[in-house]
């Protein structure tokens, strides 16, 4: 019997130094095996055999490196890793399961009980909870502060805060971040800055180059693009990578082959996506101000967003997500989503298809009420995310919702 052993795997030697964002979506990270595939080739298996008994107490002792069990380490899942930590500028990557277990893997690797983490208040319901229900149960406090409010920011931090959390550009508002301040408050505290980039992506934002320490993504979003798998993935230098690897690798949360191959798919077309993504919301939240039933349009793109400065300064586009309150309460907000027959009804984002959805009820029902009223999360708030659509399309299909106002 013949054995495929690892020496006929290689890495092609191609010098992708210094190479745009763009190229490396498509190139960095590919492991080329002996069959000298051009695609990507998929490993979907649990575990790896040795040559020998010595060679298997070598790997587990830690004396040679090698692959011993996909919750550990997988070649498909090292090819997505590597490529997502070149295209976000960092040391090394981390996939996980979900967007939520990067976040909480990121938590149990980096903080302990007594610790305290100052949190931007617009961010993703799921994370909030996650946050304020389970890591205060492990003795782990966090503060929420405005994301665009520097002051509210320095006065959260405590002696023994550690981590600085944030989105941004926000969900569902497009509030924006100076991630260059926050750096500096962080260092200053001796605390981590983390940074949650789903929204951007590295195709439009580089937290990293602006003094972040760690970038996570839910790799669900648009590094799939075409809704088909949940992923996550952490992005930061080696030696708190190699914590958040070490939790990994004891709690189990990681990525499955299958779902890295789709990833490494969904980056290769990320950057022509992205452009599409921008140019229709831009062209979408132009549109939306001009319409009378329209009270008001939540994107950074706009000249009269808040941030629109800020947004032009750290990002190289204004992302696919926007939102907009319509005249009226809850009602109205749910008629025109009903309305609409093209756009899909989903939470989702970051997908090919636009969706629409009612935060206030879906992905920040979760919330009180009086932290919904802190975010800005009125029952009238409809989130867009906008797709590659025809762009009269997407107009058409919001006219039905708004005609039915
Ligand atoms: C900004 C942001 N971060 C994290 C998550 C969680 O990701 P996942 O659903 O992959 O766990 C989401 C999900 O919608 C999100 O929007």
Excluded at 186 to 200: E, G, H, I, P
Excluded at 253 to 268: C, D, Q, R, Y
Excluded at 294 to 315: C, I, R, T
């Amino acid at each position: 019997m013949t054995y495929r052993r690892e020496e006929h795997v290689m890495i092609p030697e191609s010098d992708l130094e210094g190479m745009s964002v763009d190229t490396l979506a498509v190139r960095a990270g590919q492991i080329r095996t002996g069959q000298l595939e051009h695609s990507d080739a998929i490993f979907p298996t649990s575990s790896f055999v040795y040559g020998s008994a010595a060679q298997a107490a070598a790997r587990f002792g830690g004396d040679e490196p090698g692959n011993i069990y996909s919750r550990f380490t997988n070649p498909t899942v090292q090819a997505f890793e590597a490529r997502i930590a070149a295209m976000e500028g960092g040391e090394r990557a981390v996939a996980t399961a979900s967007g939520m277990a990067a976040i909480l893997s990121t938590c149990m690797a980096l903080l302990k009980s007594g610790d305290h983490v100052v949190c931007s208040r617009g961010v993703f319901g799921t994370t909030n909870v996650l946050f304020q229900k389970y890591m205060a149960r492990f003795g782990v406090e966090t503060t929420f502060a405005s994301l665009t409010d520097m002051a509210e920011w320095q006065a959260a931090v405590r002696p023994e805060t550690r981590m600085l959390f944030l989105e941004t550009p926000s969900n569902p508002l497009g509030e924006v971040a100076d991630l260059s301040a926050l750096s500096a408050l962080a260092r200053q505290s001796d605390a981590l800055l983390v940074v949650d980039n789903c929204f951007c992506t590295p195709i439009l934002q580089r937290p990293l180059d602006f003094g972040a320490d760690i970038v996570i993504h839910s790799a669900t979003k648009y590094l799939d693009g075409q809704g088909r798998c949940v992923g996550g993935v952490v992005v930061g230098p080696n030696a708190l990578m190699e914590e958040v690897y070490g939790f990994l690798r004891s709690a189990g949360p990681t990525m499955s082959p299958f779902n890295a191959w789709v990833f490494l798919k969904g980056l290769e077309t990320l950057p022509i996506r992205m452009r599409a993504h921008c140019e229709n919301a831009l062209e979408l939240a132009k549109w939306l101000e001009q319409q009378p039933k329209v009270e008001e349009v939540f994107y950074s793109g706009l000249p009269g967003h808040p941030q629109h400065e800020m947004a032009s300064k750290q990002q190289k586009g204004f992302g696919g997500v926007l939102s907009f309150r319509v005249r009226g309460g809850r009602e109205q907000a749910w008629k025109l989503i009903d309305a609409t027959r093209m756009i899909s009804i989903t939470a989702n984002l970051g997908d090919v298809k636009t969706t629409i959805t009612h935060p206030a009820t879906t992905t920040h029902g979760r919330l009180s009420d009086e932290d919904k009223a802190r975010a800005g999360i009125t029952e009238n708030l409809v989130r867009l995310s906008v797709g590659i659509e025809d762009i009269d399309d997407l107009k058409c299909d919001l006219e039905r919702g708004l005609n039915a106002l």
